[in-house]
């Protein structure tokens, strides 16, 4: 059966079957490898990404789901050579570590300073709660979080509440 979505802003139809997972069409019908497959269980956050502006694992969402869906991957969040801001900021917080998890912590940011552009370290650490990082490097994550902020809205993360 064919489905259409709409992936980083391309009309795409692609067939597919009633049991293929989201993240397996994405990864292995359009050849977007930014998502991973960690836990398949919808905990880790590592298949992240935003459908209809909502973050989902896409582990847990058929493909069949997601026809008429517009669907944005890490490979869509910057335009061109250049980073997007968020990505900036965690190469310069050191937040990559190994890099499994980052596409979804990525995203994860985006969704968070989308809905709030000055979000305190406690509202950073519940928006990424999605979200597990091998590395256990969360302080830079976090530090990332809060320079994306600065850059996308000079605003300073507010303190701890």
Known sequence: ????????????????TPDTRLLDLIREDLGLTGAKEGCGQGECGACTVIMDGELVASCLVLALQADG????????????DDLHPIQESFVEAGAIQCGFCTPGMVLASKKLLDENQTPTEKEIRRGLSGNLCRCTGYEK?????????EKMYGERVKANE
Do not use: F, P
Not at 69 to 80: D, Q, R, V
Not at 141 to 149: M, R
């Open 1 to 16: 059966m064919q489905i259409t979505l709409i992936v980083n802003g391309e009309k795409r139809k692609v067939e597919t």
């Open 69 to 80: 869906a517009e669907i944005l991957t890490i490979e869509g969040l910057s335009s061109g």
């Open 141 to 149: 994550i976090i530090e990332a979080v809060k320079l994306s902020a």
